[in-house]
């Protein structure tokens, strides 16, 4: 990978914060935008403007052309086997409640089984509470690890014949666990329940291939791997998705409306209610032609290499905690002892450095680690040892003036 020409595909690396080039280690976060994506969001405004599917002018069909071809580069991106298990949604959130909502309300009943871990996401944890409370089902979780690792011993223990759903994140927004995602799947099915991944922190940063994986639904976010926000992807396995429900009705959705009852337009679109994500959809085209062109395995390469030489760098630093295990996708999380994480971004802040600080939608996993809150600094393919360097200077930095007040 040449880091040094990938930079310079994304402007607004090329800016100073507080008088210091920006350093931007919050990728985990969202991540920033090439030139690609903002110029086909730019063309697409500029020329094609128009509502999509309804029109037969020259530009409801240029943007139908531009948005269904964005379906179709996800299908290809994470291998789905058609485009009509290729949902559009508003991101990774909204994916996993559509499948909480549909597949989990229809088919779950009292006594029934949902299988997490403590690791998740509010995103992947509040979903399953409501279901639960709505169904009478019980909410289980996978034990971890000292490390912040799922052991597949503890998978097979906690996963049951009364479980009918197993949701586990592919990769660890905190601790940067990835997770063994094709064993539990395979757990999952020989328990016969359905397994959902949030791939919010895996399509990103590593090749998806879900036929592969052999989970049932994939939810991933646009914004988190070069394209805009507000555009997600839910994928799910075709027979799932032909019985279950919409969860938004209106336009675009329909087949045949009557005066007391209507009928559903067939996948994906039955779930695509009102006019779609449009600019958003063709912006995540273009950040998968961007990924594809630099190589998702180049990309989870780097990443590695990047969350190695941060955890040898941070190590140097006297009073540092660092969460998670050895091997771990591109980004380490960490507190200074006795300062307050906050306190430790705005510091690392006025250095021009960009951390994320808080319980990152994990306060199960906060109180596990026995912590209210952590820094984090996630790494992406434009991210350089250089970075990695000036955030262990600006640490020591940091913990020398609270040093000096304390």
């Not at 948005?67 to 949902?87: D, H, L, M």
């Not at 396995?237 to 938004?248: A, G, N, T």
């Not at 600080?357 to 209210?372: D, F, I, K, N, S």
Request: contains cysteine.
């Amino acid at each position: 990978m040449d880091v040094k020409a990938i930079r310079q595909m994304f402007p607004i690396l090329d800016q100073e914060v507080n008088g210091h080039p920006l350093v931007y280690l919050d990728s985990s976060a969202t991540s920033q935008k090439p030139l690609p994506v903002i110029e086909a969001i730019d063309t697409y405004y500029r020329f094609d403007n128009s509502n999509v599917h309804r029109g037969v002018h020259t530009l409801g069909t240029r943007a139908t052309e531009k948005y269904e071809g964005a379906r179709e580069k996800v299908r290809r991106f994470i291998n789905a086997s058609s485009t009509a298990e290729v949902i559009f949604t508003r991101g990774t959130t909204t994916a996993i409640n559509t499948v909480a909502t549909s597949y989990a309300r229809q088919n779950l009943k009292e006594g029934d089984e949902i299988v997490i871990t403590p690791m998740e996401h509010h995103s992947n944890i509040i979903p399953w509470q409501q279901a639960a409370k709505a169904t009478g089902a019980i909410l289980k979780y996978i034990p971890l690890e000292e490390d912040g690792t799922i052991a597949l011993d503890a998978v097979r223990d906690t996963i049951t014949s009364n479980t009918k759903i197993v949701s586990v994140m592919h990769v660890s927004n905190v601790l940067g666990t990835i997770n063994p995602i094709k064993e539990v799947a395979e757990i999952a099915h020989q328990n016969g329940a359905v397994m959902l991944v949030d791939g919010a922190q895996g399509a990103p940063h590593m090749a998806i291939d879900v036929i592969d994986l052999d989970c049932d639904f994939y939810a991933f976010s646009g914004h988190k791997m070069g394209g805009p926000t507000g555009i997600g992807v839910l994928y799910g396995k075709r027979e799932f998705l032909e019985k279950m429900e919409p969860v938004e009705f209106g336009g675009e959705m329909i087949d045949f409306v009557h005066l007391q009852d209507s009928t559903w337009k067939e996948l994906p679109w039955k779930f695509e209610g009102g006019t779609p994500i449009i600019a958003g959809a063709i912006g995540l085209g273009a950040a998968i032609d961007f990924l594809n062109e630099v190589g998702m395995d180049n990309i989870i390469e780097h990443e590695h290499k990047l969350a190695r030489y941060a955890l040898d760098q941070l190590r140097t630093i006297d009073g540092i905690t660092i969460y998670g295990p050895e091997e771990r996708a591109g980004l380490v999380t960490f507190n200074l002892n006795d300062v307050h994480p906050h306190d430790t971004a705005t510091a690392l802040d006025a250095e021009g450095i960009a951390v994320r600080a808080g319980h990152h939608c994990a306060q199960p996993l906060m109180r596990w680690l026995e912590v209210t809150a952590t820094a984090r600094a996630s790494f992406y393919l434009y991210n350089n040892e250089e970075d990695i360097d000036k955030l262990v200077s600006g640490l020591v930095k940091t913990k020398e003036y609270f040093g000096d007040v304390f």
